[in-house]
């Protein structure tokens, strides 16, 4: 697999500061968020996107909840 790689060891993929210095060292400010537990894992990395001024689409057919619906944030 080629691409880079960011373990977490919190719910939030944002835990691990190279996550976002490396997002904006791509320049890269929009992120389409995919997961298992909406509550959990996907809620604190789109929030802790949101806190870091990314655009966040969480895609509702790549999350293992329904009630989470594809959504653009401003």
Known sequence: ?????FSKNKADAFSNPD???YLSQQKIN??????VFVE???SAT????L???????????AVGEPRIKARRQP
């Open 19 to 21: 996550l976002a210095t």
């Open 1 to 5: 697999m080629e691409g880079e790689y």
């Open 51 to 61: 806190a870091r001024n990314f655009k966040v689409i969480v895609v509702d057919d």
């Open 40 to 42: 959990g894992c996907v």
């Open 46 to 49: 789109v929030n802790g996107a």
């Open 30 to 35: 929009e992120l389409i968020v995919t997961g």
